[in-house]
């Protein structure tokens, strides 16, 4: 039988730690709860609570520098200052290549984009924990999660713009969030995700809690080479 943290990491944690999506919002029910999903996280992947009402936690596990990559761009920081988020870092050059550095013990394929390194800096540097701190503070003063929550969950841009024009109906598609945009992209990353579930529900199976911080990336390399298969078929 699976146990709450085991159950927590495959369903919503996998493709997070796998390297396949930037960050997962999710309520533990309680501290004991999350003393022991702290203490079994890899130490590329943060927790941070957001919000905490009676013995409900809501909380995000996020990959710092993928969660960079998909906030610190023009458009989204442009987007999250029509928000209310502060502007200070619109600035920031998050392509500068000087300051890349690849991400511990994650395959690379020289051959696609998406394997160009991403930028490291302290923790106490980063921006990304501005916006962070200011996502928090909004879901201290509003009980509802704000709509922008969907670019620090990785979601496309279309997609959480259309749900907020179309107040989330006449979507194209339902899956781990509301598709409005590209139908097809959405498919293969909800395809990816089940993936990631999938071989990390077999994974925690075999080798337990225990195994979580040595085997994230030999997960993510087994589901990104399942994926590529997929599509060259």
């Not at 999903?37 to 890899?42: A, C, E, R, V, Y």
């Not at 957001?50 to 990959?63: A, C, P, T, Y």
């Not at 920031?92 to 160009?116: A, G, H, N, Q």
Request: aromatic share 10%; hydrophobic share 35%; glycine share 6%.
């Amino acid at each position: 039988m699976q146990t709450e943290i085991e159950r927590i990491i495959i369903n919503y944690c996998s493709p997070v730690l796998m390297g396949f999506k930037p960050a997962a919002l999710f309520t533990l029910q309680s501290e004991n709860c999350l003393e022991c999903l702290s203490g079994i996280l890899p130490p590329d992947i943060t927790l941070m609570v957001l919000r905490k009402n009676g013995h409900r936690i809501s909380v995000i596990v996020f990959d710092k520098q993928l969660l960079e990559k998909a906030i610190l761009n023009e458009t989204v920081l442009s987007l999250l200052k029509g928000m209310g988020y502060p502007e200070e870092h619109l600035s920031r050059k998050v392509e500068d290549k000087s300051s890349f550095r690849l991400r511990r013990d994650t395959p690379v394929d020289p051959s696609s984009e998406d394997s160009i390194p991403r930028p490291s800096t302290a923790e106490a540097d980063s921006p990304i924990f501005v916006y962070l701190n200011c996502l928090k503070k909004k879901l201290e003063t509003f009980q509802q999660f704000p709509h922008e929550i969907g670019f620090f969950l990785g979601y496309p841009i279309d997609d959480v713009l259309g749900f907020v024009k179309h107040k989330g109906q006449n979507y194209k598609l339902c899956g781990y969030w509301k598709v409005y945009g590209n139908i097809e992209t959405a498919k293969n990353n909800f395809y990816c995700y089940e993936l990631c579930r999938k071989y990390m529900s077999a994974w925690l199976q075999k080798g337990g809690l225990s195994s979580l911080r040595n085997s994230t990336a030999t997960l993510g390399e087994i589901v990104g080479n399942a994926v590529r298969g997929t599509s060259e078929n």
